[in-house]
């Protein structure tokens, strides 16, 4: 999967419970006039998912996805933009990242098995239908979560990461998008080559990451058998199989500098979409979208959730107003 630019580092070396999510230990601090976080954890069959959330226990809810290296806290701008507009907003660590579903073996991280993730932490928090969200490989987890559970999904947002079967035909015949991808060879490589190389290279440095946002993520990696499964995510996957159409309103938001995907497979993602479908292409930014553009992902967010229904009315009539412009 795309990684960030900073991930180029890594390639170059080579106690309530409701609905079955536990409130956990601490709760980061907000910033003033800021919704706060939370911690919770999320349980499900395959285990117990350590998570993120913001925002009013009966707001509409949303969950968003992760990428690599990163964990849910990500999220952190979205989260609290959401829950200002009042979305209930989950942002969980997906397999592997969160200890309590960790297991041991590739085929554990099979794309499928992170899609039935999605439906049991949706079941475990009580969410009927929910708002998809999700970057990197959140964004390839969600094309087909959306796809299959349609009646669930409400909305998708994918970002950095076009439809698979779009990524897949790019990665069959396009030889940038062969180029752009070359370094998933170093992350496929058996254990512990690439998780050797990476965890002596010290913190990524990715771009609009703030340093210690960047060591948070080496220091989670860095705990026994995390960094393994999440590149077990690189090792199980090649993008073939996913075929489905998303029929859902989708909005896709990509970094106009990105360097790890190819044009190909951002303008092929349109013929996968059957539903109201939006491309944005972000001026000056590169892989890691929800980070290095914070604040103009969550207002397109919260745009594309206001025309699908959401809270938030003004934001949705400035989205529709302002769409023939804004949109690619």
């Not at 070396?13 to 956990?24: C, Q, S, T």
């Not at 003033?32 to 998570?51: V, W």
């Amino acid at each position: 999967m795309s990684i960030s630019t900073s991930r180029r580092g890594f390639v170059k070396l080579g106690a309530a419970v409701v609905a079955g999510v536990a409130v956990a230990g601490h709760t980061p601090a907000a910033a003033a006039g800021q919704p706060p976080l939370s911690d919770l954890r999320i349980r499900t069959a395959a285990g117990t998912f350590d998570a993120v959330a913001a925002g009013p226990r009966r707001g509409r809810p949303v969950l968003l996805l992760h990428g690599f290296p990163e964990f849910g806290i990500a999220w952190e701008h979205q989260l609290r933009g959401l829950a200002a507009a009042g979305y209930r907003a989950v942002a969980p660590d997906l397999r592997g990242y969160s200890p309590g579903v960790r297991p041991v073996g590739v085929d554990h991280y099979r794309l499928d098995h992170a899609v039935t993730d999605v439906r049991a932490m949706a079941d475990a928090l009580g969410w009927r239908r929910f708002d998809l969200v999700g970057h990197d490989w959140g964004a390839a987890v969600g094309w087909v979560a959306a796809a299959r559970y349609a009646r669930r999904v409400r909305s998708l947002t994918a970002m950095s990461v076009p439809h698979l079967g779009a990524f897949a035909e790019a990665l069959r015949t396009d030889p940038v998008q062969q180029e752009a991808s070359r370094y998933m060879a170093g992350f496929r490589r058996p254990s512990p080559l690439p998780e050797n190389d990476i965890l002596a290279a010290g913190p990524p440095k990715l771009p609009g990451v703030p340093a210690e946002r960047c060591a948070e993520y080496f220091r989670r990696l860095s705990e026994p058998g995390a960094l393994t499964a999440a590149l077990n995510w690189y090792r199980a996957n090649d993008f073939t199989g996913y075929a489905e159409p998303v029929t859902v309103p989708t909005l896709f938001l990509m970094g106009a500098l990105d360097p790890f995907v190819a044009p190909s497979g951002v303008r092929a993602t349109r013929r996968w979409v059957t539903g109201p479908f939006r491309l944005v292409s972000l001026d000056g930014v590169g892989h890691n979208v929800p980070e290095q553009a914070a604040a103009t992902t969550t207002r397109l967010l919260r745009i594309h959730l206001g025309d699908c229904g959401g809270p938030g009315g003004a934001v949705a009539g400035a989205g529709r107003a302002a769409r023939r412009g804004s949109g690619t």
